[in-house]
């Protein structure tokens, strides 16, 4: 029977990752890192076929992504319906390396000049996130599907009906060893959401 399933990744964050995005970006703040695994048991005891997640990222990839409607919500409802209005973030790629999903991820909050105006406007829980990643929270990745699993020797397979519906932003990791790093430009660094630069040194151990 199909049902929604949810898993969760952890974001991780260090000053050297925002040092070398500072000429790459305008402002924006873009999260990289793994988003979900492959072939091995999470912490919920759900395995992942490659093969299928490999057919759902091409999807998502296709009808997501390349028509720039890869929107993720902050707080992961329990519902297959993806809210607009609840959008924090948007994927800008995604790709894979071994058994693991890579992501770009593009918090879509408040950018400002170098005069401290904004140039762009955010939605509230994009600014929202983007002000708890300023404030040292860790924030998680979860993905949200719809389909069913099987039990095997104390894990559950997800079965060839899943269906990928989007990953949201949330605040309980499940994915075993997987971080993300933050990049910002330093164009952003007066914005008044940024504590950033003048933190992380005393929060995060430098990569």
């Given amino acids: 029977m199909s049902k929604l399933i949810i898993e969760n990744t952890v974001f991780s964050f260090s000053r050297k990752s925002i040092n070398e995005a500072i000429q790459k970006t305008d402002g924006r703040v873009i999260v990289t890192g793994p988003v979900q695994r492959a072939e091995e048991p999470n912490h919920n005891g759900r395995i992942y076929p490659k093969n299928i997640l490999e057919r759902e990222v091409k999807r998502f990839i296709e009808n997501r992504i390349n028509t720039h409607t890869a929107v ?45 105006r904004i140039i762009r406007r955010g939605t509230p829980f994009g600014n929202t996130a983007k002000g708890l990643l300023d404030c040292g929270v860790t924030l998680g990745i979860s993905s949200r599907g719809m389909g069913s699993v099987k039990e095997s020797k104390g894990s559950s397979i997800i079965q060839d009906d899943f269906d990928l519906l ?16 933050l990049n910002e430009d330093s164009n952003n660094k007066l914005n008044p959401y940024n504590l950033l630069n003048t933190t992380l040194d005393s929060i995060f151990k430098l990569v």
């Fill in 72 to 116: 993720g919500e902050l707080d992961h409802p329990d519902s297959d319906t993806i809210q607009l209005k609840d959008g924090s973030h948007k994927f800008n790629k995604l790709w894979w390396e071994g058994n693991t999903v890579m992501g770009e991820v593009e918090i879509m909050c408040d950018i400002f000049d170098k005069n401290n």
């Fill in 166 to 181: 989007t990953w949201d932003l949330v605040s309980d990791p499940s994915t075993k060893n997987a971080f993300m790093k």
